[in-house]
């Protein structure tokens, strides 16, 4: 069966409405076996800080390798402590590398749809991975030239990396299709948007300057891959196939 659209009717039996003899039967079962705890969600929160108060930070900023050729604006907030730039810098370079493995992800669905009348381009899909490399080799080069290590995991690039993981997991799985791919490449594209402005805006408070001006083009073919996947997405969802007219 091909399951490019996904939103079949069938024995989907997960709602309690469907044997209410049965369920009320479980819910009756829930009262009578169970044994409530004392406490309540603020117990739980309680705990939560506790640990907080116990627990190391998600890892550091590594030391610059070198401080040859970084400006001394950077190089005053480093003397300062101030790592931002490093860990966000550090945070770009691991979700581009996902965002290219996203849409390598997203190519595999649409070659393994049976029925492809309804998708859009896959040019403009091929585009966009490469796009998201180029990004990717860019955030290295960018981290290279202010003396960092391109390999090394920061913060925010750890932080950064296990949020998508759910991304990669729901992409990864055989049963979603392109169309639900798609709307997990929105998720991404939205949140790579936002970080690449917050990017520019440090990499210019830092002086910068020039590294700014080429996450500038960055963000120009993100904003073009957002508005794009948000219109499919769109289409897909009211229509239930994309338009031809659709070439960013
Ligand atoms: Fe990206
Ligand atoms: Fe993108």
Not at 56 to 85: A, C, R, W, Y
Not at 90 to 105: D, H, P, S, V
Not at 225 to 236: A, C, D, G
Request: proline share 3%; hydrophobic share 40%.
């Amino acid at each position: 069966m091909d399951n490019t659209m996904g939103t079949e009717l069938g024995m989907n039996r997960t709602g309690v409405k469907v044997s209410p003899l049965d369920s009320s039967k479980t819910a009756a079962g829930a009262e009578t076996f169970t044994v409530p705890t004392n406490g309540s969600e603020d117990a739980l929160a309680m705990n939560r800080i506790r640990y907080m108060k116990e627990a190391d930070s998600v890892g550091t900023v590594p030391l610059p390798s070198s401080i040859k050729g970084v400006f001394s604006s950077l190089q005053e907030k480093i003397m300062n402590g101030d790592h931002t730039f490093m860990d966000k810098l550090g945070e770009r370079i691991a979700f581009e590398r996902t965002g290219t493995r996203l849409y390598q992800a997203l190519l595999s669905k649409y070659e393994g749809s049976e029925d492809k009348s309804n998708y859009p381009d896959r040019a403009i899909l091929e585009r966009f991975c490469a796009e998201e490399r180029r990004h990717f080799e860019m955030a290295c080069e960018a981290m290279e030239q202010i003396g960092g290590d391109c390999t090394a995991m920061t913060p925010s690039a750890d932080v950064a990396g296990v949020a998508a993981m759910g991304w990669i997991q729901v992409i990864a799985d055989p049963r979603v299709n392109f169309k639900q791919s798609l709307e997990i490449i929105l998720q991404a594209e939205l949140v790579d948007n936002a970080c690449w402005e917050v990017l520019i805006e440090l990499a210019e408070d830092v002086g910068l300057s020039s590294l700014a001006t080429n996450f500038q083009q960055a963000l120009d073919e993100e904003a073009v891959h957002l508005s794009t996947i948000k219109e499919w997405v769109r289409q897909f969802n009211i229509s239930g196939h994309v338009e031809d007219t659709i070439s960013p």
